[in-house]
């Protein structure tokens, strides 16, 4: 149904930034949303997620102080905004729609293509 295109996605030096974007193919405002990527070699974890409204995320351990997960529900888009890159956030990073807040891959059923991002030390 509902197709999602991340975007934003790059090489860059540990200590730099990127802002992921996803932008989705219709509404999204009553659903909650989040991040999620997949190094090489590892399974795929749960990076942010963020209820329909904003008004509440939450962040896997690794990434909370440095990434932070918002949402414009009126241009369908989803944002990750990832601060002092470190070179284990080398993965590639997939947007979903979930059905229920949280970031267990099992609350998600659409899922876009991914988008590499790659941190160098």
């Known amino acids: 149904q509902v197709q999602l295109a991340e975007s934003g996605g790059g090489s860059v030096q540990a200590g730099e930034s990127l802002r992921l974007s996803c932008a989705a193919s219709?509404?999204?405002?009553?659903?909650?949303m989040g991040w999620f990527r997949q190094a090489p070699g590892k399974e795929r974890e749960g990076v942010a997620a963020?209820?329909?409204?904003?008004?509440?995320?939450t962040y896997a351990a690794s990434v909370k102080g440095r990434f932070t997960i918002s949402r414009d529900n009126a241009a369908n888009t989803l944002y990750l905004q990832m601060n002092s890159l470190k070179p284990e956030d080398t993965a590639v990073y997939y947007c979903?729609?979930?059905?229920?807040?949280?970031?267990?891959?099992?609350?998600?059923?659409?899922w876009g293509q991914g988008t590499q991002v790659t941190v160098s030390s």
């Open positions: 963020i209820l329909p409204s904003g008004s509440m995320t």
């Open positions: 219709t509404a999204i405002l009553h659903n909650s």
């Open positions: 979903a729609i979930g059905d229920a807040f949280g970031l267990s891959e099992r609350f998600y059923k659409n």
